[in-house]
């Protein structure tokens, strides 16, 4: 499609009218048109080469009708072209023949445009099938022989990949998409980038004697240089469909996102807004409703929860405004929020006292109104006093009005109110007149409100005076020691503001004694009233003094708390959790009702938990990974070691001795070790198990349960820096919190019928024998997990050679208190055959259990309160999308590793855009989401008949996650993405760890390509889809590829000119135009921009456009784009690698910290290859183009040519090192040098390649040896570009005397000749004499020295050789060695036996050691640069930075106190 169009818009541009169909008006250029179908027959001939080409293997015997078909395509394909070039040439012909468009012209065009009708009917019956797709379906299920006999034509017979077409709906969605992609893009390229470039072509054609600098092949046409032109802008052309699928992709998912209800609560301020009816939302996703007889889901019933939902959305109707604390519904909602909040604090990310103040208390101190969190409450009961006061003389009822338009401000009034009749009820004795007193006052008050004359009767003007009194009363109670005294005074105070001030009508004291407002016996003096009546409760109590911190902080807090919790983390969890409430999801059905699940997990030998010399070792610097920890989650570190005095830790330093171990595991759920894992999925196990006891639990039991959990509660939390008293002895483990201290006994039993969780750990067999520690962290994890269940391989051996090898399932028995077998299965051989992942999956699919299995890598974790949505996750398995039930639900991803370093913050928000808005858009519109990463949930049942879950062939399924995906669509599957529940996952967070990650992907995309998976999915989806499926996977990974070999061919293209002298003649001619439009593409190369367009798009979304663009800003300050330019070429290196010679590897990445310097040599044997030596030759590229091309000589203009291309050089050699700790550290990099130094010239045999240069070199060609032959020959075609430089630059030099005769080229061979034949004589030399006749070793140099000087001296003065020549020679001949050396790799079967070979050895050691130097020089100068370390370290560690991460102290080696 990309090249027609582009020959038809090449044919139209060439008329140079303003508008396309302005040049159509001309009968010529419609008949130049349909040389289209020529070009159209001669593409299907080529595809069915390369049909045959990939497939030839597969003819045998018994598939002749394979071979028969293919040599039939080819036949018929070429057929067609030479018809169509037969009835193009007759057009002319007749044409010419009239000298005009005569009848018999026009009727020769009528003839070719039958054979075209004839040539398209097979296109037009696939639109109409296309339009209908149920039809195709119908068809391609059926087994019938005439349907196979007419679809024999088009694809071979095979069972999987049939009726994959969507439904009408869905196809027109992505129909369109694509239709408005192509639109956008194809008048982009006709107008931007085709008809600009027909003027200076034509200026190139039409310029005659171009004086050329060397000897020219190709006469003087110019037509070399109208292709360099071309080029580059065909290859942008065939590229930039992925920007442009970028850009509508990003519009198009913004759309989606925000019909889906993200992003409406962003933050904790949000929330509190819509915190009424954020009850009302839990209660109806989370708690069943109950069934009628009919399961299946009415019309009507999904009419009514469409309204209720939409009601509690947008807060309509009055039903969900006020929720008073007698309803269960709130108590419920109490119990699960509360029990989220216990999670936080037991993760140690809220403090204590945020505990409090989040807490939703149960009703006590007969309080009529839902106590919500004091967060909510703080200020508003001092906006009603101002009110009060304000309103002084107005009636009740407008008083009331106005305080209720909040509800809050309502609940604190209401609460307020009842919480001090209640306590001063309390502390004063039952029995005495002051408690008469009291009570007489409140009724009296009660009784003017009920008559709505309350501020007919009392001054509201005295409120605050008895406001301040009562704080006072408050705080005196708070305090450990209690003055008695001062608290009747206090209450003296309050009785004479009430008794005298308060009322509006003054009565005497006989007045007073007959309402019951003074003591009636003349006995009890004023003066002394109060004195033996007040007792306050014992510090014992607290439960009592819990209530009154809460009755503290609605009295007294002036400010709006909008800074709790003030972890940034928790905040982000609670506003998701907010919002995912009003999206839409399915509701939860009963915990006996639901599907059963299972989780599956990976593990080889991976960090469990961190040991505790781990967590003290230093690195160089002097940092540990604890004091690391503590910096970056400095407020989690202080909240752990409040938990830790609670629990009884006496001593801050005590914690290393008695506390290791929750040090250990706090250590643990920061990184991405197994326990985090574990950790995370069992609160599956404790979500079903507070849902089984909710389910079955009655009225009254919800209701006395969450007054003895309060009850409780307090008992475990009662002593801070302002509680009452001594700490009470009694505290809880974290386990036996919350709601399972009401449960009955049989919640545990419901959730194991529903949820397992099986961890495969391969090799525990091995650990346990060798008592590893891991074995014994694992079975820790057993033991403290009742739903873990670990699998491993049992290897057997039975003496003589022979092994068994079991699959073995084992649990942790707790009556037994042992680990206990459950299943041994044995296998027929060694698991690992293939890929090691896909075989540790498989071999333990066969323990989960239940209708699904979410399969969740090592790095990901789990949150309590997202656990709660997996029954309504699940219950998406019932429910239609499209055609289809889903087969595979995407979830979507948190990445939690963004706040390490600048560099896993750039990853996380690469990451985090794709597996939210790109998964997004894949689901839907487009329905080619197929499995990226991990947190998806399978349809157990639909997979395990079907192939499994996982691919695990060597090498091809590298990446064997995506193939369950290709094999679910194949396969007739559907796959979704819901984005209302969400797993964390951490992602790599050092350069050396991300690119090792891109390399494994980008090679797994490479192997990818060449798997029938993708052969069948590219033959068997509409044209439609299939863009899509390319674009998105593929394609994205082969247009960074393209990108670069853009950047390549424009650069070799613009040295060709430069060097030619074509350039120096289109600049002395008039028309100059090629260059500029050269430049507007060269802006079009770097395509970052558009890439980083869906991150921007999703953040703007999901926290608000402002900051959205400042986090964009703040990345580019730290340098994000350089890290960005830099993983392209990390991608499209080992793509093209792979597609080129195969091999790919997997690549263990590692997933610790990057609190280490990494030394230049290994960055060196890590990008070598990739980067450093291809920056390197661009470089060279643009210096040779800025000394020999006359366009440079105007700086702007080279400038703006270059700058991407000088970027990229910049960012592919200098990334290694910015984004490397210490990376500028000046004694560092003195050390890397000696280091390296020593790598290159250390030889020794049987050594690594981090030890030896000559190992590393060797292993860096094994992809060569692997190759086939097309590998080796295009490997060396591509080589053969190092000899341009030579061929272009030696007619530049003065020796040369401007002749260009072909003489003067291999003339110039002759020197490198001379060079190689002086290396070797010296070498020769050193080897024979340097150990033992020294003198004759330096004789031969001294002879060497004196010739080379000599030649010189004559060439000086005999020729036209001039000083200057010497160092732009270097740039001819290096680049020539290399090419030689890299075609000597290739050779290497051939000449490692002969004499050659040492001296390429020898020669590269040579090279790799200038490499080296070339890309040390830039690091050097900035490390030896003052302040360049400091900057460098606050762009590495920016974020952690703001959140207290003190890096000087880390890097000038100051330990931890």
């Known amino acids: 499609m990309l090249i027609l169009f582009l020959q038809a818009a090449a044919i139209v541009a060439w008329t140079r009218t303003d508008y396309p169909w302005q040049a159509l008006d001309s009968r010529d250029i419609q008949v130049e048109l349909l040389t289209v179908f020529i070009t159209w027959g001669g593409l299907r001939f080529l595809q069915s080469l390369l049909d045959a080409g990939t497939q030839y293997s597969l003819v045998s015997r018994e598939t002749m009708l394979l071979g028969v078909r293919m040599v039939l395509k080819s036949v018929v394909a070429l057929t067609w072209t030479v018809v169509f070039g037969v009835l193009y040439g007759r057009i002319w012909s007749q044409k010419n023949a009239d000298g005009r468009w005569s009848y018999e012209a026009n009727q020769r065009i009528i003839a070719f445009l039958k054979a075209v009708l004839v040539f398209i009917i097979p296109e037009l019956l696939s639109i109409v099938l296309f339009v209908l797709p149920w039809i195709r379906n119908w068809i391609e299920e059926l087994d019938w022989p005439i349907v196979y006999m007419l679809t024999w034509w088009f694809h071979s017979r095979i069972f999987v990949g049939r009726a994959l077409r969507e439904g009408l709906v869905n196809n027109f969605k992505y129909t369109v998409f694509w239709i408005l992609v192509l639109l956008s893009k194809f008048s982009f390229s006709y107008f931007l980038q085709i008809k600009p470039l027909v003027a200076p072509t034509k200026a190139l054609l039409n310029m005659k004697k171009v004086d050329y600098n060397w000897h020219e092949f190709f006469g003087s046409t110019n037509r070399v240089s109208v292709v360099l032109l071309w080029v580059p802008v065909i290859l942008i052309y065939l590229m930039d469909l992925q920007i442009w699928y970028s850009i509508f992709s990003s519009i198009v998912g913004a759309v989606i996102g925000l019909f889906s209800h993200l992003g409406e609560i962003r933050n904790i301020g949000q929330l509190r807004l819509r915190f009424q009816f954020f009850a ?233 004694r007959q309402e019951g407002l003074a003591p009636r016996s003349s006995a009890t003096d004023e003066g002394l009233l109060f004195e033996n009546a007040v007792k306050f409760p014992g510090a014992e109590d607290a439960f009592f003094y819990r209530q009154l911190r809460r009755l503290h902080t609605i009295l007294s807090s002036r400010d709006s708390m909008h800074n709790v919790p003030v972890n940034i983390e928790a905040r982000r969890r609670i506003a998701f959790f907010g919002n995912s409430l009003f999206m839409n999801m399915p509701r939860a059905p009963y915990v006996e009702k639901m599907l059963a699940f299972s989780v599956l997990t990976p593990y080889y030998d991976e960090e469990v938990v961190f040991s505790k010399e781990m967590l003290r070792k230093e690195n160089e610097d002097g940092v540990s990974i604890l004091f690391y920890l ?92 302002d509680g009452p008293g001594p700490a009470s002895s009694k505290t809880l483990p974290s386990a036996e919190s919350g709601v399972s201290l009401l449960f009955k006994g049989h919640e545990c039993g419901s959730a194991l019928m529903k949820f397992t969780y099986v961890v495969t750990c391969q090799v525990y067999g091995q650990q346990k024998a060798k008592g590893d520690s891991r074995a014994e962290e694992i079975l820790y994890l057993l033991k403290n997990n009742e739903a873990l269940r670990v699998a491993y391989v049992d290897e057997v051996h039975l003496g003589r050679d022979e092994v068994e090898y079991y699959s073995v399932l084992v649990k942790y028995d707790q009556q037994m208190q042992r680990e206990v077998e459950i299943y041994r299965i044995r296998l027929p051989g060694p698991l690992k055959l293939g890929e090691g992942k896909p075989e540790n999956q498989n071999h333990a699919i066969i323990f989960t259990r239940g209708d699904a299995v979410q399969t969740i890598d090592m790095n990901q974790d789990n949150y309590f309160e997202e656990a709660l949505k997996m029954r309504n996750l699940l219950e998406e398995f019932n429910n239609y999308y499209g055609i289809r039930k889903p087969t595979i639900l995407g979830v979507r991803e948190n990445i939690f590793s ?343 010239w250390f030889r020794g045999v049987f050594t690594k390649a981090d030890q030896s240069w000559e190992t590393w070199w060797y292993e860096e060609q094994d992809h060569l040896r692997t190759t086939g032959l097309w590998g080796k020959l295009l490997e060396i075609i591509l080589d053969l570009r190092f000899f341009f430089f030579q061929y272009g630059i030696v007619y530049q030099l003065g020796i040369a005397g401007g002749s260009t005769s072909i003489v003067v080229y291999l003339l110039s061979w002759i020197v490198m000749v001379v060079v190689v034949a002086i290396y070797i004589t010296i070498a020769y030399a050193q080897n024979k004499y340097a150990a033992k006749d020294h003198i004759y070793y330096r004789l031969v140099q001294l002879l060497v020295i004196v010739l080379v000087v000599l030649v010189i001296v004559l060439l000086l003065e005999f020729t036209k050789f001039d000083f200057f020549d010497l160092v732009t020679s270097l740039l001819a001949f290096i680049p020539t060695g290399w090419g030689m050396i890299l075609i000597a790799q290739v050779l290497r079967p051939f000449l490692q036996s002969t004499l050659v070979w040492d001296t390429v050895v020898s020669l590269a050691r040579l090279y790799e050691l200038l490499f080296g130097v070339i890309v040390m020089a830039p690091m050097a100068l900035l490390s030896w640069l003052p302040g360049f370390q400091s900057m460098q370290t606050r762009i590495l560690f920016n974020q952690a930075f703001s959140r207290g991460l003190q890096i000087s102290r880390i890097l000038t080696g100051k330990k931890s106190n």
Request: hydrophobic content about 45%.
């Open 280 to 512: 009302s939302a839990m209660q109806f996703n989370l708690m069943p409703e109950e069934q009628l007889l009919s399961p299946k889901a009415t019309l009507v019933k999904k009419l009514r929860d469409a309204i209720r939902r939409l009601k509690l959305r947008y807060g309509l109707g009055l039903a969900y405004n006020k929720i008073e604390s007698s309803q269960v519904e709130a108590t419920r909602f109490a119990l699960l929020w509360n029990e989220i909040m216990l999670t936080f604090r037991e993760e140690d990310l809220i403090s204590d006292r945020e505990l409090e103040l989040l807490e939703l208390q149960p009703n006590c101190w007969d309080i009529r109104v839902i106590r919500w969190p004091c967060i909510l409450l703080c200020n508003e009961l001092l906006l009603a006093l101002s009110q009060a006061t304000e309103l002084a003389d107005a009636p009740d009822r407008w008083l009331w009005l106005k305080i209720c338009k909040n509800e809050y401000t309502r609940c604190a009034v209401i609460e307020a109110y009842d919480s001090i009749k209640y306590l001063l009820l309390a502390i004063v004795k039952y029995g005495t007149e002051e408690n008469a007193i009291v009570t007489t006052f409140f009724t009296e008050i009660e009784n003017y409100m009920q008559i709505g004359k309350f501020t007919e009767a009392y001054r509201m003007t005295v409120l605050p005076k008895m406001h301040a009194n009562l704080i006072s009363l408050v705080e005196l109670m708070m305090k450990p020691e209690k003055d008695l005294s001062k608290a009747v005074n206090i209450l003296q105070a309050l009785y004479e503001l009430s008794v005298r001030e308060f009322p509006r009508v003054k009565r005497s004291i006989s007045q007073l």
């Open 898 to 1240: 963004g706040s390490v370093s600048s560099l896993a913050s750039f990853m996380s928000a690469q990451e985090t855009s794709f597996v939210t808005l790109g998964q997004r858009v894949l689901a839907n519109p487009l329905k080619v989401r197929m499995h990226y990463g991990h947190p998806d949930v399978f349809d157990r049942f639909w997979f395990l008949p079907r192939g499994g879950i996982s691919k695990a062939s060597k090498v091809i399924n590298i990446s064997e996650d995506i193939f369950a995906g290709f094999n679910c669509t194949l396969r007739g599957g559907n796959v979704t993405h819901h984005e209302y529940i969400q797993v964390a996952k951490g992602k790599d967070v050092g350069l050396n760890q991300v690119s090792m990650f891109e390399a494994k992907v980008a090679s797994g995309n490479g192997e990818q390509a060449l798997s029938r998976d993708v052969y069948r999915l590219g033959h068997r989806l509409d044209f439609f889809r299939m863009l899509s499926f390319f674009y998105t996977s593929l394609g994205h990974y082969f247009n960074s590829l393209m990108v670069i070999i853009t950047v390549y061919t424009f650069l070799w293209g613009r040295l060709y000119l430069a060097l030619s002298g074509v350039e120096k003649a289109v600049k002395n001619s008039t028309n100059n135009k090629a260059l500029s439009t050269l430049l507007n593409q060269q802006f079009l190369v770097q395509f970052g921009l558009f890439t980083a367009l869906p991150m921007i798009v999703e953040n703007s979304l999901e926290l608000g456009f402002l900051p959205a663009v400042w986090d964009f800003l703040t990345m580019q300050l730290q340098l994000a784009s350089l890290f960005y330019t830099f993983s392209l070429g990390t991608r499209a290196h080992f793509f093209g690698r792979t597609i080129l010679h195969g091999g790919a590897k997997y690549r263990a990445t590692g997933r610790g910290f990057v609190v280490q310097h990494k030394s230049f040599s290994e960055n060196y044997r890590l990008y070598s290859r990739s980067h450093f030596v291809k920056a390197i030759e661009l470089g060279v590229i643009l210096i040779v183009y800025a000394f020999h091309s006359p366009v440079a000589e105007d700086t702007f203009v080279y400038i703006a040519m270059s700058i991407t291309s000088w970027f990229l050089v910049v960012s592919w050699i200098m990334s290694p090192f910015v984004f490397n700790p210490s990376g500028f550290d000046w004694l560092k990099t003195v050390y890397d040098f000696d280091d390296f130094i020593d790598w290159i």
């Open 630 to 721: 503590q910096k970056i989650y400095a407020d989690e570190w202080n909240n752990f070691m409040e938990r830790m005095r609670r629990e009884g830790m006496e001593d801050d330093d005590d914690i290393w001795s008695k506390k290791a171990r929750d040090l250990r595991l706090w250590a643990s759920y920061r990184g991405q070790t197994l326990s985090r894992t574990v950790r995370g999925m069992m609160y599956y196990y404790r979500a079903l198990k507070m849902f089984a006891f909710l389910d079955s639990a009655s009225e009254m039991d919800i209701r006395m349960g969450s007054q003895e959990l309060a009850s409780h509660g307090s008992l475990s939390r009662n002593s801070y820096s």
